[in-house]
């Protein structure tokens, strides 16, 4: 039986090493090129935490509140026959034309505002939110207009790190076999970092992958994951659907608008107006103030005056009725 030939690669002189079967060939210190890679997964890793604090930490499009209802919508209905007040209508559903197609919004009666197109209140954070894609439990936020681009780039991002602490860990495990270490079973229990790593990253990349897959799904026909499982069998046309390209540029590409509250305003107080009746007792003590009391005064003074004088001449009996002096 003949004995297989041996390649260059076996037989080669150098002190190059070659994995692979010959496929790569690297010199004789090629573990300084672990360094590097060390690097490459330590700055990767925190580029992804830099983009979850930035998912978690940023306004996702709160819409602001109403202090009342919007006036222009309330109207009574007509009196009835015993000329009672009417009563109160107000509609919960507007329609708004988006790209030629009308849709409806519904009426908040939390943050009393009619909801722009997408939006929704999300139970957990008790607010309006635009384009509101659903709460994440494990970023700690909602997922909505203005932060779902650091999100789909923290989840693609993790993805990515978990394909390439696998495949480095896979490969030295390789490199290990290829060496000193002629198995499975050997390679690993020289390096149960490996191992670990492995495992653990397999098991991510089943949550963060199939995420990464959806939601990549979703930006390209334009959906929220909230209108994919609430719409999806309802059959109605997505108004929002602009094309794969055009959806990404929106999403990924496109410029995201400032937030519509200053957090680290200073609340302005607003000047109440004193009381109808403390107004009115002011304006009394105006009125009746001390010219008043003085010509109060007079008027007594006066009336004194003219009696006395009538007394003199006789005719305070005319005045008082009578005829005695007395």
């Keep these: 039986m003949t004995q297989p030939q041996q390649r260059v690669y076996q037989a ?6 070659f994995f692979f079967g010959g496929r790569l060939i690297f010199g004789p210190d090629v573990k ?6 060390l690097v490459v997964a330590v700055v990767y890793t925190i580029y992804v935490l830099l983009l979850l604090f930035v998912t978690a930490g940023r306004d996702p499009g709160i819409v602001p509140r109403a202090s009342h209802p919007p006036e222009e919508d309330i109207h009574y209905d007509d009196l009835s026959l015993t000329d009672t007040p009417g009563r109160l209508q107000f509609p919960r559903v507007k329609e708004v034309i988006v790209n030629g197609m009308p849709v409806k919004v519904k009426y908040c009666e939390t943050c009393m505002v009619y909801r722009p197109p997408r939006c ?3 139970s957990i954070c008790n607010n309006c939110v635009e384009r509101f894609d659903h709460h994440c439990p494990w970023v700690g936020q909602c997922i909505g207009k203005r932060n ?3 999100f789909f780039l923290f989840v693609s991002s993790s993805t990515l790190l978990c394909i390439y602490v696998f495949a480095i860990s896979a ?4 490199f290990l076999m290829d060496g000193d270490y002629s198995t499975v079973w050997k390679a690993l229990k020289h390096s149960p970092a490996s191992l670990a790593l492995m495992i653990y990253c397999f098991i991510s990349l089943w949550f963060v992958g199939g995420l990464t897959g959806f939601h990549t799904y979703l930006i390209s026909t334009n959906q929220t994951t909230y209108e994919n499982f609430r719409y999806r069998s309802d059959g109605r046309p997505n108004v929002y659907d602009q094309g794969c390209l055009s959806n990404f540029q929106e999403v990924v590409f496109a410029k995201i608008q400032p937030s519509k509250h200053k957090f680290r305003a200073h609340i302005q107080e607003e000047v109440q107006a004193p009381p109808a009746n403390s107004a009115g007792e002011v304006e009394e003590e105006r ?11 007079l008027d007594i003074d006066g009336d004194l005056l003219n009696i006395s ?5 006789g005719d305070i009996d005319i005045e008082m009725g009578g005829g005695d002096a007395n």
Excluded at 12 to 17: A, P, S
Excluded at 171 to 174: E, P, S, T
Aim: charged fraction near 30%.
């Design 287 to 297: 009125v009746g103030g001390p010219r008043a009391k003085v010509g109060d005064d």
């Design 120 to 122: 929704s209140h999300c």
């Design 32 to 37: 300084s090129l672990g360094y590097a890679i």
């Design 309 to 313: 004088q009538r007394h003199k001449h």
């Design 148 to 150: 779902y681009r650091y």
């Design 171 to 174: 490969l030295y495990i390789k």
């Design 12 to 17: 080669w002189k150098g002190d190059n090493r």
